[in-house]
């Protein structure tokens, strides 16, 4: 199972005060000092965290793979066929929450969103859709001519203990496999709940940043990717991930 980890939190700190520290390009080569297999980031509209220079560096330095997630809007989806990561998740956006509050509702502008995707594709890249586990969800996903689609995680993470959040999650994976997407998820996971979605057979990759720029506060960013990933490797070889 792969980690990507979302280094948005550190341009998060570094937009506090506006200067250039920390820097999140350097955050992306600690991360895959520390076993990373990929970097996510989110270039939002309004510009709140990661900035375009960021990105122009990301794909320069970094060596696994960068996953940039935006909204289905005309002018960052012709930088993202400028840029060409490795793939483009297609995210819900709304400048008054503080971070992404659920799955992006496929059932709405279905052409402005088979347009992003098909648009990213021609640029050669890998398309994603975030969306919530939800059977309609991923089926639309498909429809719409995503590759893969990254699962939100959100509800597990708040609800860990009711079976149904991650009982939803497999449901969703199982199906999203069965239709031949690629299955990824993330949100909200950190060391202690990140167990059962890794566990989840059809997932192949996780999204992991908040919890892991917390963690790097106390202990350093390599330090705290290892210990995500060998969270992540225990729950895959059917051991407990720690609580």
Known sequence: MRLYVNIDHVATVRQARLTDEPDPVRAAVLAELGGADGITVHLREDRRHIQDRDVDLLMQTVRTGVNLELAAVSDVVELAAAWRPMRATLVPERREEITTEGGLD??????????????????GIRTSLFIDPDEDAVRRSRDLGAVAVELHTGRYAHHPADPSTIGALRDAARLGASL?????????????N???????????????????????????????????????????????APR
């Open 180 to 192: 031949g997407l690629a299955v990824h998820a993330g949100h909200g996971l950190t060391v202690g």
């Open 106 to 123: 496929v059932s709405r502008a279905p052409d402005q969103l088979r347009s992003a995707l098909a648009r990213m594709a021609d640029a």
């Open 194 to 240: 990140v167990g059962p979605v890794a566990a989840i057979p059809e997932a192949e990759e996780l999204n992991i940043g908040h919890s892991i720029v917390s963690r790097a506060v106390f202990v350093g960013l390599a330090a705290a990717v290892r210990e995500m990933r060998e969270a992540m490797d225990r729950a895959r070889a059917g051991g407990a």
